[in-house]
T-cell receptor, first 114, second 112 residues
Framework: DAGVTQSPTHLIKTRGQQVTLRCSPK?????VSWYQQALGQGPQFIFQ???????QRGNFPDRFSGHQFPNYSSELNVNALLLGDSALYLC?????????????FGQGTRLTVV | GQQVMQIPQYQHVQEGEDFTTYCNSS?????IQWYKQRPGGHPVFLIQ?????EVKKQKRLTFQFGEAKKNSSLHITATQTTDVGTYFC????????????FGTGTSLTVIP
């Protein structure tokens, strides 16, 4: 049973470019959350997708957008990249429901913006 | 907005010593989760606490949830080198869904 898988593992982009990160949730999970983790910081919630819709969003600009597909996989898109977008991007999957639900994290995508 | 703070930010201990990290929220939490992130790795779920005053143990790890459900602690007895990593607490953004505010984390170094 595969856990949460993310691709690519590492990525280098130039300021102003656009990037797409991908996430496949753990088998049986239907909810995907995305987090940004800057070096030495805790993960910051970006948004969550359930039933192909954005269910909740953190304090991130519209440059950050996402999508969830019918098979529950998800993409995170970031437009007009800034140097400050350099971070580890984590995807977490879980089962829909109340707040008492364990989240399983993927290994993350390390994005470097130069 | 909601904030989740952890202290200390860093802790160096000799192998065999005990370690405690404290988590404090500006608002009451419906539950709190703890995660461990090894260097270069991703957060791994350790435990969830739901009830006021709840105490749970996992081998050498003891987790507590405060009576007011605004603070929590993780205590490790007789640390081992395998305990190295950053420990995060996380509280839900709201009472629905499972989006979480992560604390600032405590980085634990164990000196052999």
């Amino acid at each position: 049973d595969a856990g949460v898988t993310q691709s690519p593992t590492h990525l280098i982009k130039t300021r102003g470019q656009q990037v797409t990160l991908r996430c496949s949730p753990k088998s049986g999970h239907d909810t995907v959350s995305w987090y940004q983790q800057a070096l030495g910081q805790g993960p910051q919630f970006i948004f969550q997708y359930y039933e192909e819709e954005e269910r909740q969003r953190g304090n991130f600009p519209d440059r950050f957008s996402g999508h969830q597909f019918p098979n529950y996989s998800s993409e995170l898109n970031v437009n007009a990249l800034l140097l400050g977008d350099s971070a580890l991007y984590l995807c977490a999957s879980s089962l829909a429901g109340g707040p008492n639900t364990e989240a399983f994290f993927g290994q993350g995508t390390r994005l470097t913006v130069v | 907005g909601q904030q989740v703070m952890q202290i200390p930010q860093y802790q160096h201990v000799q192998e065999g010593e005990d370690f405690t990290t404290y988590c404090n929220s500006s608002t009451t939490l419906s539950n709190i989760q703890w995660y461990k992130q090894r260097p270069g790795g991703h957060p791994v779920f350790l435990i969830q606490l739901v009830k006021s005053g709840e105490v749970k143990k996992q081998k050498r790890l003891t987790f507590q949830f405060g009576e007011a459900k605004k603070n929590s602690s993780l205590h490790i007895t007789a640390t081992q080198t395998t305990d190295v990593g950053t420990y995060f607490c996380a509280g839900p953004l709201s009472n629905t869904g499972n989006q979480f505010y992560f604390g600032t984390g405590t980085s634990l170094t164990v000196i052999p």
